[in-house]
């Protein structure tokens, strides 16, 4: 064997290394969970969607409700015991940091288990955080078309002992008074750095950041 | 005449239970700061979140966990995985020899499943902890805010 057939002998073998690595690297990775679609910050949010959901007061809740006021969004379950409270307290105390300037913020927490959230338990559950948050919940497909239209990702994960938990995105979505996505909030950010941010959505459509 | 003594004596307990979150100490352990957060009277779930201190030189572990207001109780973790968020049972929890087990909102947890009749703020519950080495002891729990993350 020449010093050429060996050195052709030892790159295929890296190359098929490379490859074979890629492979288990690839099929590792955890599946999927980023929503498919980022939305477009210029164009309000799921413009174009259609999706009829309801409120904690039973009323419809479509695109076209989304326009008209800046809106915090936080999505979640009534069934998960640590984080979705976190989050509610999280957009709660910026509420109060807000002071009468909140009054102008919808606060909103769209179900991700609609299937078990009905519009009395969204209201009972909102009202232990802050009475201006209002619920969302409706139909499973419909919600499911809403969370999709909105980049929100959830999944429902079996639990040993019959039950189920949902895997769910952290975002908080901001938007301003004509429905487009302008921020995102997430609850490790420090309590000034939201208030800036929602700041910036009182100001209005026109006005930078 | 069993029951009565039974309610009696679990009259008993509720009323020795303190008003406020207190340290609990077993063997080489401290409990401190066990507290929940309160929940809607239909809900399912609750957490309870504690510190647990091993002033020894051997871990321990929680082999087993009780409580009077849920069907069960079990360790559980949150988990941000890139923007997703996932909840899942933990393995029993250990507490490293010199160290501490801390539990926080966003993060380790008991979960307590099927409770009867939700959570109230104000109200304190034994939770019955067992550990391998130190054995089993009733830590007070005190329930906070709904929207509490810390004890109150």
Redesign the interface.
């Known amino acids: 064997m020449t010093l050429r057939h060996l050195r052709l002998i030892l790159w295929s073998a890296v190359g098929v290394a490379l490859v074979a690595g890629s492979v288990l690297l690839w099929r590792a990775s955890p599946g999927g969970p980023v929503p498919a679609t980022r939305p477009d910050p210029g164009r309000p949010l799921a413009e174009g969607s259609r999706w009829q959901l309801l409120d904690e007061r039973n009323q419809p809740f479509t695109p076209a409700d989304l326009p008209g006021r800046p809106t915090v969004m936080v999505f979640g379950f009534t069934q998960c015991p640590d984080v979705c409270p976190t989050s509610l307290s999280y957009v709660a105390n910026l509420l109060r940091s807000l002071g009468p300037r909140g009054e102008a913020i919808r606060p909103l927490f769209l179900t991700v288990d609609p299937e078990r959230d009905t519009p009395a338990v969204m209201a009972d559950y909102t009202d232990l955080f802050d009475p201006r948050i209002h619920g969302v919940t409706g139909a499973p497909d419909q919600m499911a078309a809403a969370l999709k239209s909105l980049g929100i990702f959830s999944r429902k994960v079996p639990q040993d002992g019959g039950g189920y938990t949902m895997d769910h995105s952290a975002t908080i979505l901001l938007l301003d008074s004509s429905g487009r996505l302008r921020s995102t909030l997430d609850i490790h950010e420090e309590a000034e750095a939201a208030v800036r941010k929602v700041e910036r959505l009182l100001a209005g459509p026109g006005a930078p950041g | 005449m069993k029951s009565i003594l039974t309610a009696g004596a679990v009259l008993l307990a509720a009323c020795a239970l303190p008003a406020t979150a207190e340290t609990v100490r077993a063997g080489d352990l401290s409990i401190e700061q066990a507290w929940a957060?309160?929940?809607?009277?239909?809900?399912?779930?609750?957490?309870v979140y504690l510190t647990i201190r091993n002033g020894g030189a051997q871990p321990d572990r929680i082999v087993a966990l009780e409580a009077p207001v849920a069907g069960?109780a079990t360790p559980?973790e949150?988990k941000?995985?890139?923007?997703?968020?996932?909840?899942?049972?933990t393995g029993p929890l250990s507490i490293p020899a010199g160290g501490a087990l801390e539990m926080k909102?966003?993060g380790t947890?008991i979960?307590?499943?099927d409770l009867k009749g939700g959570l109230k703020p104000g109200q304190s519950f034994p939770l019955t902890v067992t550990f391998e080495r130190a054995g089993t002891l009733a830590v007070p729990v005190t329930v906070g805010?709904?929207?509490?993350?810390g004890p109150e």
């Open positions: 957060r309160a929940t809607i009277p239909s809900a399912q779930t609750g957490a069960h559980h949150t941000q995985d890139g923007d997703v968020l996932r909840m899942a049972e909102p966003g947890h979960m307590l499943m805010r709904a929207g509490a993350m």
